[in-house]
């Protein structure tokens, strides 16, 4: 792993989320407070936007968390872009043709977002830090800037579900079932991984148990399978039908050459990558991506593992024109390298690749700083200080 | 680490425990029939459900051994938990209910620890009792109680559809507004209850705090798989009597001369997809 140092004067600032938007070819990049647009085309930035002037001015609480977009997400006709960030402003904006974004709507909302998603439809559905998921539309940021306050109160946000812990991801879905239906996938810090119908998510389908951490990605392999990683030792594969483990994959012994002796693990990135039938894991803190094999039969094997120059933050799938993976690196000890490309040989090997047009970003688009604005780990924070389990002897996992 | 450090108030409530688990092995609740005494149990009536207590869980539902909690039961009999007791507290209801349905297993839930450890005493007292002074219907062996965050950690216990009949008596009524997602019946928490009671199933609260039982009816009223009971299904079902008259704090409410307020529901078969 790549020691801490800090190169003397500005490098680039590093991207603690990256997003990408196919049609448009548009890289949306969260980099401390500002959020940046680049073509993946030309390498051009199309458009920047910061909220630090805001901070400085009216939000306290902000500056105690960083001043950081904590994530986007991006509609399915890639027509709106929505941020949060760390004072618990949700903005959207509209996305024009030429990838330039302009902003619609702003609003704080009551608690801390933990992840968000574009439904179909159009409508936002974000989780918070308390458990409950919600689900908001255009009419609602439309109605909660006016100024009318009768309105506002028609609008207060009941949850659609919620869990009684800090909700982790949300993944929604073809129910598995029935395909002309929906399920919302939810994963919390206890361990859980709750299947709800969607969008009557009062109706619970099944719960995956077997997680001994807290739970931080959950992520679609294909229609019917679910990956999720956190805290503990396993990836597991989940059939959506049934809520049953299909197989649990030691991923730390797979990065045990990049953990230092007892550094406990947190998946941050969970890359299913179908097509190759790989999945590709990130871990927080560690400077390389792990892949594992997907067999038929939804079994998962080790496959190889690529060592990245520094640890990675985020890491995104591009289908077109060719699988490949961006990692978002931290920067802060890689001497300004922000990005690195992974892509995929005939042969099945995953490989470094030379990208100049990222190498075009990382030279003109991005912020120059001193100093990192935010924290970059933090998925780590939710582990709790014990973990006990009743098992009985009989029905210990097997996972070799 | 740093978390391991005890403060002064932990060491100092830690001795205090000590002291209260020797008291109790002197007088030796539990053992051949001796009830516990209560005021050796006792403990604010509050607890955080959003904090890590040091529970302790199975990862899921199957690797729960309950051999421990239901010896006389056998493995192979097949029974599951059916009735459960939400926050059982001294278990006034819990022991009630267990003569009611002898071919249930009953399970009393309470995250406090010392009430916890009271009730399981009290549980082999009166087990011992049935057995050698006057017997009783099922003889208690199918009462249980277990320590646990009910909120957070019901699916690593039971599995859909797994019990007929729940039970939220004189929950904390949590008067803050902002305090209300802390409340055991929440429209978020009763689509998880549903999912464990089968359908035709039984949920039963009762309080002495009419703003939360109104706040309860409400959130379980709109609730889609939730029937009311009408007050006349209420008089027919026994255990709304049960939950009325026999739990400790149902009790004391009476003999200070309190009003009691119920809601029932029935759990709705699940919508087609």
């Known amino acids: 792993m790549t020691e801490a140092s ?63 977009f904590r994530q986007v997400a991006v509609s399915k ?21 030429a990838a330039k974004v302009h902003l619609l709507y702003e609003k704080t909302i009551p608690k801390r977002c933990a992840d968000m998603k574009f439904h179909d439809s159009g409508d936002l559905i974000f989780g918070d830090k308390f458990g409950d998921v919600y689900r908001i539309n255009e009419e609602w940021f439309k109605s909660m800037s006016s100024e009318n306050q009768e309105e506002k109160k028609d609008l207060k946000l009941e949850p659609v579900m919620g869990h009684v812990s800090i909700l982790t991801q949300l993944c929604l879905t073809k129910d598995p079932h029935k395909a002309d239906q929906e399920i919302i996938v939810t994963s919390d810090r206890d361990e859980h991984i709750r299947i709800s119908r969607y969008p009557s998510a009062y109706i619970i389908d099944g719960f995956c148990m077997g997680h001994e951490d807290f739970v931080s990605r959950i992520s679609l392999y294909d229609s019917s399978t679910l990956i999720s990683g956190g805290g503990d030792n396993h990836v597991f594969l989940w059939d959506l039908k049934s809520c049953q483990c299909l197989d649990a994959f030691d991923v730390r012994s797979a990065f045990a050459n990049y953990l230092s002796f007892d550094k406990p693990m947190v998946i941050s990135s969970i890359i299913p990558i179908p097509l190759k039938n790989l999945i590709a894991f990130a871990c927080e803190g560690v400077a390389g991506l ?26 995104i799938l591009v289908e077109k024109p060719e699988e490949r993976i961006i990692a978002s690196l931290d920067s802060s000890v890689t001497f300004g390298l922000c990005f690195q490309e992974v892509g995929f040989t005939n042969e099945g090997s995953v490989q470094q690749l030379e ?46 | 680490m740093s978390l391991e450090q005890k403060t002064p108030g932990q060491i100092q409530r830690e001795e205090e425990e000590n002291r209260k688990k020797m008291k109790r092995l002197a007088k030796g609740g539990g053992v051949e029939g001796r009830l516990p005494m209560k005021r050796l149990f006792r403990q604010r009536a509050h607890a955080n459900v959003l904090s890590d207590h040091e529970l302790e869980y199975p990862r899921s539902p199957a690797e729960m051994d309950w051999t421990p909690f ?6 192979n009999s097949g029974k599951k938990v059916e009735i459960v007791d939400i926050g059982c507290g001294y278990g006034g209801l819990t ?71 729940m039970f939220f008596c004189f929950p904390d009524p949590h008067f803050k507004a902002r305090k209300h997602k802390n409340r055991i019946v929440t429209g978020t928490l009763a689509s998880e209850y549903a999912y464990f009671i089968q359908p035709h199933g039984r949920l039963y609260t009762i309080t002495d705090v009419e703003e939360l039982h109104l706040w309860m009816a409400e959130t379980l009223d709109k609730h889609p798989l939730f029937r009311r009971l009408s007050r006349d299904e209420e008089a027919k079902d026994i255990c709304v009597a049960l939950m009325t008259n026999e739990t400790e ?25």
């Open chain 1, 355 to 400: 990208n100049p047009i990222l190498d075009r970003i990382e030279k003109e688009g991005l912020i120059k700083t001193e100093t990192v604005f935010c924290p970059l780990a933090q998925l780590h924070t939710m582990r709790k200080n014990h973990s006990k389990f009743l098992k009985s002897e009989s029905t210990q996992h097997t996972k070799d």
């Open chain 1, 290 to 315: 792990i892949f594992a094999a997907v067999s038929s039969e939804k079994r998962l094997t080790y496959h190889s593992a690529l060592p990245l120059a520094g640890p990675v933050l985020h890491a």
């Open chain 2, 95 to 165: 022991v009630a209910l267990g003569p009611h349905f002898p071919d249930s297993l009953v399970l009393g839930m309470e995250i406090r620890m010392q009430v916890t450890d009271y009730l399981k005493e009290k549980i082999q007292a009166i087990r011992y009792r049935a057995e050698h002074e006057e017997p009783v219907t099922g003889g208690y062996k199918n009462i249980s109680v277990l320590r646990m965050n009910c909120q957070k950690f019901l699916p690593n216990f039971f599995e859909k559809g797994q019990l007929t009949k």
């Open chain 1, 6 to 68: 800090s190169k003397a004067g500005p490098f680039n600032h590093p991207c603690q989320f990256i997003s990408y938007l196919p049609e448009k070819q548009l890289l949306v990049c969260c980099s401390g407070p500002y959020l940046l647009g680049f073509s993946l085309a030309t390498g051009e930035k199309t458009f920047e936007f910061c909220y630090e002037d805001d901070l400085k001015q009216k939000n306290k609480e902000a500056a105690a968390y960083g001043q950081a």
């Open chain 2, 70 to 75: 239901y010896p006389d039961f056998s493995e």
């Open chain 2, 249 to 273: 704090e149902g009790k004391k409410v009476a003999r200070n001369g309190g009003k009691k307020f119920t809601a029932c529901y029935e759990r709705l078969p699940d919508p087609a997809k």
């Open chain 1, 77 to 97: 006709d890639e027509s709106r872009l929505a941020a949060v960030s760390e004072d618990k402003c949700l903005r959207l904006w509209e996305v024009d043709e």
